[in-house]
Structures are given as structure tokens and as C-alpha cells.
């Protein structure tokens, strides 16, 4: 624990790469100016970032009358970090630097229901990307690793309490990791992730009110309010897969009926083509499953869609209708300055994404309809890893504490 002078110098570093990093490049009296230290702390403070790699010279600025200055600016190699994502049915890890830049990326299909095997495998996958940066001989350490996991997760206790797709209760997923790859662990919920990248990196840049909404096996929403992500009192905020959107509907595998996830989700996107097959209807999507609608999963109606099969296309517009009344009265309830539809079944892209548009902003109060956007994700499956790669760079930014 850092204490009297040695603190003060933390901290100072800290402001002063803080200021490099989001205001572009900068002299040495730009930083003094700015923060109001000293400019030979300044100097001092600089020098240390130099040679730990934190900053860079990249030549001189116009002069004022003396000699010119030279300016610094951040190095966003200066440390590697790893994100990933532990969704349901796969594992998806990315390798970026500080600036949210992939250089090597991994995916794999999840076989199992075992958490402890899948934790094994994210556990290779990881590893693999850390043999890259030895591969690319780079000096720099890796900072940590951010996941987003499917299922309830407690983020401050590094716990995963609960998943509907694995079989997992009160999993220590952080201290398991972090023994084996001897490196920093950080978890959240994968939505919450998805919300977290697309906020760092991707279409909400600067927005601190927003939703996003993962459609895929199942629905969930991450949620931040006022630049924070909200978890709610059991970190279980985000459940939008579960409210009641359809009277007397299917049952559902959180034992209610008719909620969202079964009308809205990828299984009941394939459901629903399954069901369309079973009554005779002529559709592209029979061609693709080679007439065995137990074959049918979301991407080939999406792949019939987008090749003109009216049968899948209506089966995604039902589905995104279902998904708007949803979105409609969460907009309502949280005000959110956006919504980002994401997730593998977003890649259906207008032919879902349009309807759910349309009937979210009819059942959308005026007021914020003519105000809330809704979009689709700008990270595609980036969204999850690089979100939890943001989580070790917002920590890492945090604390006056550089490693």
C-alpha cells in the first residue's frame, strides 16, 4: 500500500497520463499548465512514463517564440489485455492494447454443460493468446483479463452464482483463473460486458445512459446509468428475457409463461421456422436443414432472409415485433439515450431490427421516442471480449497505482 510521498507521486503520474491519454498530444508545459503541478515535477513525472513505456515523444509543436516544444502523447501499447467472453454454447477471447485494438482474436464452440470444463477451455484459449505475445516479442506485460459470463454473476466477489445454460452454483471463477494464469481476473455478466465494450469502444462512445441488448440463445440487457453499470441489489438488473410479453404463451425455462425470450429469442426464432415447416409451407429454410427441422437453428433462417425467403423473413419480423414491446417499456422505464441491439441474432440486421424498431417507438412515450436511438451493435462479436478488456483498462486507469 502506497503511503506519504510515494503516494503523492502515484498520484501525480496518475493525473498526468490520465491527461495524455484523453486530450491527445501535449508538451511538457501544457501539462504543467493543465494539472498546475510544477514543471519539474512535471519533467520527473514524465520521464518515469517514458521509460515505462506509458508515453511516447512524437516530435515538437509550434513554437511560441523559444525553442520547440516537444510533444508526448499516450502509447497505447504500453500494456496488452486480454477480454473474453463465456457465452452460451461459446467461447470467444480477444488480445488488444489500450486503445481497444484487436492484434489476435480466438473462438470456439462450448460442447458443455460443465462449467468446470469450460473454465478449462477459456483457460486454453487464454493461454494461447498469451503465447502470442511472447511470439511477437513484445516487452510489454499483460495488464489482466476482463470475462463476461453468461448468468448472474457476482462481480465483487469474483463469483458466478448462477447460469440457466450451465450447471453452475457459486463458481470462484476469479480465484480459480487468476492461480492458473498468474494474471489479474475480472468478471462481469456478458451483457453488462457487451454494454461496457460498445460504451469504450464501439457505437455509444460518450454515452452514459444506455441499454444494450443481447439476443441470442437467450435475451438479456446491460444496463448503465449515468457513465456506471448497474447490477441492481443481487446483480440480477438486465433480465429483460423474462418479462411477460404474451398472455398464455409457451412456458419458459425460468418456469413463467409467455415471456419475451420465448417469442424473441434465437431457440424461438428456430421453433417458429421449425413450426412453419411442419405445416408445409414452402421456404428456403427446408432446403438449408435438408428437411429435418430439428436442424434448424437461427442463422439459417437468417441466411434464408437474406436470400429473399419471405417465410424466414417474416419469422425474424415477428420475432423483432415481440423484441420492440420489450425494448418499448424499458424505454420507458429507464430513459435510456440508446439502445444497441447485439448479440449473434442481430446479425439478421434489418429484417430484425426494423420491426423491433417500429414497435418499440409506438409503445415509447412521445417525449423520449423522438429522443432514444436505436441501433445495432458496432463491435458485431467483438462487443463481449473487448468489454471485458475495458474492464481491466478502466481499473487500470483507476487506481493511482501504474503496473
Known amino acids: 500500500m502506497l503511503v506519504g510521498p510515494e503516494l503523492i507521486r502515484a498520484i501525480n503520474k496518475q493525473r498526468v497520463l490520465r491527461l495524455v491519454r484523453s486530450a491527445g498530444a501535449m508538451s511538457r508545459a501544457d501539462l504543467a499548465e493543465r494539472t498546475g503541478l510544477t514543471r519539474p515535477t512535471v519533467s520527473a513525472v514524465v520521464a518515469e512514463l517514458l521509460e515505462e513505456g506509458w508515453v511516447e515523444e512524437i516530435g515538437t509543436g509550434e513554437s511560441s517564440g523559444g525553442r520547440p516544444p516537444i510533444l508526448l502523447r499516450f502509447n497505447p501499447r504500453a500494456r496488452w489485455v486480454i477480454g473474453a467472453e463465456l457465452g452460451a454454447g461459446h467461447i470467444r477471447a480477444v488480445l488488444a492494447d489500450l486503445a481497444g485494438n484487436v492484434v489476435h482474436r480466438v473462438k470456439q464452440r462450448v460442447e458443455s454443460h460443465d462449467p468446470i470444463v469450460e473454465i478449462g477451455q477459456l483457460e486454453r484459449a487464454v493461454k494461447h493468446l498469451l503465447a502470442q505475445v511472447a511470439a511477437m516479442g513484445s516487452q510489454m506485460p499483460v495488464a489482466g483479463m476482463g470475462i463476461g459470463i453468461t448468468g448472474v454473476i457476482d462481480s465483487d466477489e469474483g463469483i458466478w452464482r448462477y447460469s440457466p445454460h450451465y450447471q453452475v452454483r457459486d463458481l470462484p471463477v476469479v480465484q480459480m483463473l487468476e492461480e492458473r494464469l498468474q494474471l489479474p481476473v475480472w468478471i462481469e455478466n456478458d451483457a453488462r460486458a457487451m454494454a461496457w465494450g460498445e460504451r469504450s ?99 439459417t433462417v437468417i441466411e434464408a432472409a437474406y436470400a429473399g425467403d419471405r417465410v424466414a423473413q417474416e419469422i425474424l419480423s415477428e420475432a423483432g415485433r415481440y423484441l420492440g414491446i420489450g425494448i418499448g417499456s424499458m424505454i420507458n422505464l429507464l430513459n435510456p439515450a440508446m439502445v444497441i441491439i447485439g448479440g449473434g441474432t442481430s446479425r439478421a440486421g434489418d429484417y430484425l431490427i426494423e420491426p423491433l424498431r417500429q414497435a418499440a417507438l409506438e409503445r415509447t412515450l412521445p417525449a423520449l421516442r423522438e429522443r432514444v436511438k436505436i441501433v445495432r451493435t458496432a463491435l458485431g462479436e467483438d462487443a463481449g471480449p473487448l468489454g471485458g478488456a475495458a474492464l481491466v483498462i478502466e481499473e487500470l486507469f483507476r487506481t493511482p497505482s501504474l503496473t
Open 201 to 299: 469502444f464501439g457505437a455509444a462512445q460518450g454515452v452514459d445512459n444506455l441499454a444494450f441488448i443481447r439476443v441470442g440463445v437467450g435475451l438479456g440487457a446491460g444496463i448503465i446509468i449515468n457513465g456506471t453499470l448497474y447490477g441492481g441489489a443481487h446483480q440480477g438488473a438486465g433480465e429483460i428475457g423474462h418479462i411477460l410479453v404474451k398472455e398464455k404463451g409457451l412456458r419458459c425455462r425460468c418456469g413463467s409463461d409467455g415471456c419475451l425470450e420465448t417469442v424473441g429469442s434465437a431457440v424461438a426464432i428456430a421453433r417458429r421456422a421449425a413450426q412453419r415447416l411442419a405445416q408445409g409451407e414452402e421456404t428456403l429454410i427446408r432446403e438449408l436443414c435438408g428437411g429435418d427441422p430439428s436442424k434448424v437453428i437461427a442463422t
